[in-house]
């Protein structure tokens, strides 16, 4: 005897309700007000965090990053921003576009603003373009691997200050070199996608998996000089001997 019935396609639906939700307020303001609920995710951590209030357990297999830490930047420090994007048709789209915002003052790395989307191209000019002038950017880096030069091309008759980037080597590694070595001084701001941080907390070297947000991450870091920097594979050696003397590997 079957106790259930094989799963008919449709009949199916997931009801979320997260305590964050995508605008980044609270899911009921008048009795958990977002602040404390932000303070509670800090508390215990983004993986506990995700699994019992958001609704989405986080694949932590392999996982090579820990909970993030929280703080505000300080409100002189120059912002800099880098947006990996994506292209084709947005139901055909595999990778996702991703920005990332932040500066260093002090020893640290304030990241005040991450986003990953899926979007036509023309959507996510006039999204990039938004954040930009909303958040005061110095100078946004584009990832143009693929020749892409029309998007700094764009983003310049925008009239924001853009620089194409070619990310050469090993993406994995850029990753590790930058976002993961600098793991320790880098601060997000509450208002940081979810989703952004879901998807460098379940990145892995091991398991493929996304890699748009902590790669916009490593990307930025990177462009903007902070921490140790490893240019070409002649360095890398020198590079991970150095780590491993600081005890950071």
């Known amino acids: 005897m079957k106790l259930f019935e094989p799963e008919i396609k449709g009949e199916w639906h ?3 309700l997260p305590a964050i939700l995508e605008d980044g307020t609270s899911l009921w ?3 958990f007000k977002i602040e404390n609920v932000l303070k509670l995710r800090s508390r215990i951590g983004d993986t506990r965090f995700s ?3 958001q609704q989405i357990p986080l694949d932590i297999a392999e996982q090579i990053f820990s909970d993030p830490r929280y703080e505000e930047a300080p409100s002189d420090i120059k912002i800099f ?3 990996d994007p994506a292209f084709r048709k947005e139901s055909k789209k595999k990778d996702f576009n991703a ?3 932040g500066g260093s003052c002090d020893g640290k790395f304030y990241v005040i603003a991450g986003e990953i989307w899926r979007t036509k191209l023309g959507e996510s000019y006039d999204r990039v373009e938004k954040l930009c002038k909303q958040l005061r950017v110095s100078k946004l880096f584009i990832e143009n691997n693929k020749g892409e030069d029309a998007l700094e091309i764009e983003m310049t008759r925008r009239e924001i200050s853009s620089k194409g980037i070619t ?3 090993d993406k994995d590694f850029r990753i590790q070199q930058y976002a993961k070595m600098n793991w320790d001084k880098i601060r997000f701001s509450k208002f ?3 989703k952004y941080i879901k998807q460098i907390l379940e990145y ?3 398991v493929e998996r996304h890699d748009d947000a902590p790669d916009s991450l490593a990307g930025l870091i990177r462009e903007s000089k902070f921490g140790p920097q490893a240019k070409g594979l002649k360095n890398r050696l020198g590079f991970f001997e150095m780590l491993l003397n600081e005890g950071r590997w």
Do not use: I, K, Q
Request: net charge neutral; glycine share 4%; no cysteine.
């Open 167 to 169: 990310s050469a080597g």
């Open 29 to 31: 303001p008048e009795r």
């Open 14 to 16: 997931v009801l979320r």
């Open 192 to 194: 940081v996608s979810h």
């Open 81 to 83: 921003a880098f947006w």
């Open 51 to 53: 699994a019992l209030y």
């Open 99 to 101: 920005f990332t915002a």
């Open 204 to 206: 892995s070297d091991v």
